[in-house]
């Protein structure tokens, strides 16, 4: 019989709480980089976290 503790628990998430902080592969290095955006600031920000790498971008 299952755990309580092992079992899912729904968080109720949506694809709109992932839209500001997104995890990708960073194309120089294939490890983890994040991308940030501020909608109200009109900001994205791309940081590679092994190969140092950052990006801005300002509409």
Same mark, same amino acid.
């Given at each position: 019989? +299952?755990? &309580?503790?092992?079992?899912?628990? *729904?968080?109720? #998430?949506? !694809?709109?709480?992932?839209?500001?902080? !997104?995890?990708? !592969?960073? +194309?120089?290095?294939? &490890? %983890?980089?994040?991308?940030?955006? *501020? $909608?109200? /600031?009109?900001?994205?920000?791309?940081?590679? #976290? $092994?190969?140092? /790498? /950052? %990006?801005?971008? /300002?509409?």
């Amino acid at each position: 019989m +299952p755990n &309580k503790e092992n079992r899912f628990q *729904d968080q109720n #998430l949506r !694809v709109s709480d992932f839209e500001q902080e !997104v995890w990708v !592969v960073c +194309p120089q290095c294939a &490890k %983890k980089a994040i991308t940030r955006v *501020d $909608f109200e /600031t009109k900001n994205a920000d791309y940081f590679a #976290l $092994f190969a140092v /790498t /950052t %990006k801005k971008k /300002t509409r």
